[in-house]
């Protein structure tokens, strides 16, 4: 068996048994109640697409990329913009590798210079992924872009390592730990900060191009900006993108209100220059 066909049979193993990312619901992910699977992010054996387009909404190497949004995410932001089909992995239409693929070559010939996985998170559906980019072999001509939370064990990234060019991780929240930490109270995501730093270390490690991108919220300058950019700092290789396009949900809950300030935004881009992150 050749590298690419061992990848997807191992991939494939997290259909029924899921490690793929740090919640780790094993055999949960093949349970279903109600047609619901059971996981964290209740995305079954079946990979659902919300859309996919050329896009020429992400960093300008990559545009237009042809950009492929899963549905269902690991996380739970309580501020996410796309919940509509993040918080639906049944939101949209089910699709095989072999669609996919065919789909990726369409668009492709259409002009875009990337296929870029979003979602939602595209985690749960790296089985898939990895599948598709197997079936297309040395017809895609353009990088694989992976944009994720990057909420990934290492078994996860083990997978992509073979399969995927270029990194598109989300570093948000910053190093507090437990239950009241901004990537546990506002993103779900127990543990986040090591996590995601040993994820983006082992992309770099693999010899991958690794864009950080990290969104600039109200009121969490000083417990994530800071310690996120200044992090990012000490890894020389790393590309940083600074998001500025939060929006506070119209509940929020426990998400942060209201606008980024002008001058929370001036900080953190003084910030970043300061760090020589950005020109
Ligand atoms: S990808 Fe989904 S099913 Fe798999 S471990 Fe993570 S939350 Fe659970
Ligand atoms: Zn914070």
Redesign the pocket.
């Known amino acids: 068996m050749n590298a690419a066909a061992e990848a997807v049979e191992r991939a494939a193993r997290h259909l029924s048994d899921c490690h793929l990312c740090p919640h780790h619901c094993g055999g949960r992910r093949a349970e279903e109640r109600n047609g619901v699977a059971q996981g964290v992010c209740r995305v079954g054996q079946q990979s659902y697409i919300a859309s996919e387009m050329l896009h020429c909404g992400e960093e300008m190497l990559l545009q237009p990329a042809h950009a492929i949004f899963f549905s269902g995410c690991t996380a739970r932001c309580t501020f996410c913009v796309a919940a509509r089909f993040a918080f639906h992995p049944g939101y949209g239409v089910p699709v095989t590798a072999a669609q996919l693929a065919q789909r990726i070559l369409q668009r492709q010939a259409e002009g875009a210079r990337s296929v870029c996985f979003i979602g939602g998170d595209p985690a749960p559906h790296i089985p898939l992924i990895v599948a598709t980019l197997a079936e297309l072999g040395g017809r895609r001509q353009i990088p694989a872009v992976f944009n994720s939370n990057f909420y990934l064990t290492s078994a996860a990234l083990d997978l992509l390592e073979g399969s995927i060019d270029l990194y598109l991780p989300d570093l948000k929240?910053?190093p507090?730990v437990g239950p009241a930490s901004?990537g546990e109270r506002?993103g779900g995501m127990p543990g986040y900060w090591e996590v995601v730093t040993q994820a983006i270390d082992c992309g770099l490690a693999q010899g991958k191009r690794v864009i950080v991108r990290h969104l600039l919220?109200p009121?969490?300058f000083?417990?994530?900006t800071l310690p996120v950019l200044t992090w990012l700092a000490s890894r020389p290789t790393v590309e940083v993108s600074l998001l500025t396009q939060y929006l506070a949900p119209a509940r929020p809950r426990s998400a942060?209100t209201g606008a980024l300030h002008i001058e929370e935004l001036e900080a953190a881009r003084q910030l970043a220059k300061h760090l020589r992150l950005v020109q």
Do not use: R, S
């Open positions: 929240f910053g507090a901004c506002l919220m009121g969490h000083e417990c994530c942060p």
